[in-house]
């Protein structure tokens, strides 16, 4: 299953390849050719996501499960060698070094990216948590942050250099299923003696009262010059809940996931399934505790997620940096 596709000229020949990652470890790469994309092939990377031991869990074992799930990648050259190396996202944010060829990548272990006081970047942690929370709201969110480097699962990375100071920096997105968590955040590149670290992370939106920023969930981001006007804009991807021929539930997309009680399965689209099945996930979504009102079993039936794409255009301030509007 590949997921976060994107374009980059990964063998620098002048032609845009996509790069998708997978769930189970891999990464494949397309190569882009005259006419389009080649079959594609995976990256040469050290170890072998195929041969992990599943009752393993440890996230720095290379023979663990742990170490490949939620292989979403990004790319940057972090030291300078002109080749790109791959951040991985997951469990954890890191960086996996290109050590084989312009013409040939290849890339090595998969280290854990620090901040200045070389401690694993965290995507949530107490500070980058938002809105006004109450202590047990503060606890729930970060109920699971210690089973985790990066203080969540399902981190999809970005490298950019945001700031415009010649050193990459990084963005992160999550579930972005819970009262708490953060949208997106950011982690300041910073170059030292130590190698490529990053201040501790921020975000970049804050709710009020730990309400959303934006609506749906699974958040990816890109940025872009969207409007060709010479200032890069932020494009984000949310994943929002429709009903009844994939109209827009404002209800179930702006409250969060774990409060309705919503997950990702979509019997809007299971007209082709048995009707068993169906009737499994209605009376799954039925039965489970929520602390917010059910919608009824004949509207869930046509629940649908749908991608949606808001762009926020960015202009520049008065100290000559990027921010949106």
């Known amino acids: 299953m590949?997921?976060?596709?994107?374009?980059?000229?990964l063998n620098k020949d002048g032609r845009m390849d996509i790069i998708t990652g997978q769930y189970y470890g891999h990464v494949s790469w397309f190569q882009g050719v005259s006419d389009g994309f080649d079959d594609g092939s995976l990256l040469d990377q050290?170890?072998?996501?195929?041969a992990c031991d599943w009752k393993l869990t440890g996230m720095d074992d290379i023979k663990s499960q742990g170490y490949w799930l939620y292989s979403t990648a990004n790319f940057g050259d972090f030291d300078d060698d002109g080749l790109l190396?791959?951040?991985?996202?997951g469990s954890s944010l890191r960086i996996s070094k290109n050590t084989g060829t312009k013409s040939q990548p290849k890339f090595a272990y998969r280290k854990l990216l620090l901040d200045l006081n070389g401690e694993p970047l965290k995507v949530l942690s107490e500070f980058t948590l938002v809105g006004e929370l109450t202590v047990e709201e503060k606890e729930q969110a970060l109920k699971y942050s210690k089973r985790?480097?990066?203080?969540?699962?399902?981190?999809?990375?970005?490298?950019?250099?945001?700031?415009?100071?010649?050193?990459?920096?990084?963005?992160?997105?999550?579930?972005y299923t819970q009262k708490g968590m953060p949208a997106i955040v950011f982690f300041k590149g910073v170059k030292t003696a130590d190698g490529h670290r990053f201040e501790q992370g921020i975000p970049l939106f804050k709710g009020k009262n730990g309400s959303k920023e934006l609506p749906g969930r699974w958040l990816h981001i890109n940025v872009a010059d969207w409007n060709n006007d010479g200032i890069n804009d932020l494009l984000?991807?949310?994943?929002?809940?429709?009903l009844h021929d994939d109209?827009?539930?404002?209800y179930l997309s702006w409250n969060w996931e774990s409060e309705t009680g919503v997950?990702?399965?979509?019997?809007?689209?299971?007209k082709n399934y048995p009707k068993h099945v169906e009737d499994y996930w209605v009376q799954k979504y039925l039965e489970t505790e929520s602390?917010?009102?059910?919608?009824p079993a004949e509207d869930y039936r046509t629940m649908r997620h749908r991608g949606y794409i808001y762009v926020m255009l960015g202009e520049k301030n008065d100290e000559k940096t990027k921010k949106t509007k």
Do not use: C, H, Y
């Open 247 to 250: 109209v827009f539930n404002s």
């Open 236 to 242: 984000i991807g949310t994943s929002v809940v429709t």
């Open 263 to 270: 997950q990702k399965n979509d019997p809007g689209n299971m």
């Open 291 to 295: 602390t917010m009102t059910k919608i």
């Open 46 to 50: 050290e170890g072998d996501p195929d």
């Open 85 to 89: 190396d791959m951040i991985v996202g």
């Open 2 to 9: 590949g997921f976060t596709p994107q374009f980059v000229d």
């Open 148 to 175: 985790s480097p990066g203080g969540t699962g399902m981190i999809s990375p970005l490298v950019v250099d945001w700031d415009n100071d010649r050193v990459l920096d990084l963005m992160a997105t999550n579930s």
